[in-house]
């Protein structure tokens, strides 16, 4: 008799561990994490002030970007106080700014692709190329004001 009593509370025991293992295994499968939030990026629009330099250790010079609605861009280069002026678009593709300019008075087209990332989104990087490459004209870091 005994022996029957001692083997029933080992079963009850045993029972009662397996459905505590259940419970918990439930429990986590149903506190998984959500989705996470989708990132996004704010625009670029508004102008950046900072400077570029030719990518080699070349003159530091001024430089501007100023991202207009609709993709429209103005660019002033060379000079604060009496800027190159050029014209061109933009476009932005999350933390990625890129497109094309070309200065009032020459015909060569810049193409430019920036980056900036939410962690800080007022400072960008980037380089500038003659069309269609975006490198090997130069390198930019601006700041948004």
């Known amino acids: ?17 397996a459905m505590l293992g259940i419970c918990l295994v439930v429990f986590a499968a149903s506190c998984s994490k959500s989705d996470p939030e989708p990132v996004t990026f704010a625009s670029a629009e508004g102008k950046w002030d900072g400077n570029y330099n030719n990518g080699i250790g070349g003159p530091i010079f001024y430089f501007s970007l100023n991202f207009k609605p609709g993709g429209v861009l103005v660019v002033q280069a060379n000079s604060s106080t009496a800027p ?4 061109g678009t933009w476009n932005q ?19 430019y692709t920036g980056k900036y990332n939410s962690s800080n ?25």
């Open 1 to 17: 008799m005994i022996y029957n009593l001692l083997k029933n509370i080992i079963m009850k025991k045993n029972f009662l561990i």
């Open 93 to 111: 593709v999350a933390d990625v700014v890129s497109g094309t300019y070309t200065y009032v008075g020459s015909s060569a087209i810049y193409s």
């Open 121 to 145: 989104p007022k400072i960008m990087n980037g380089t500038i190329g003659l069309q269609p490459s975006t490198t090997g004209a130069g390198e930019f870091t601006v700041t948004k004001n």
């Open 84 to 87: 190159d002026i050029a014209n």
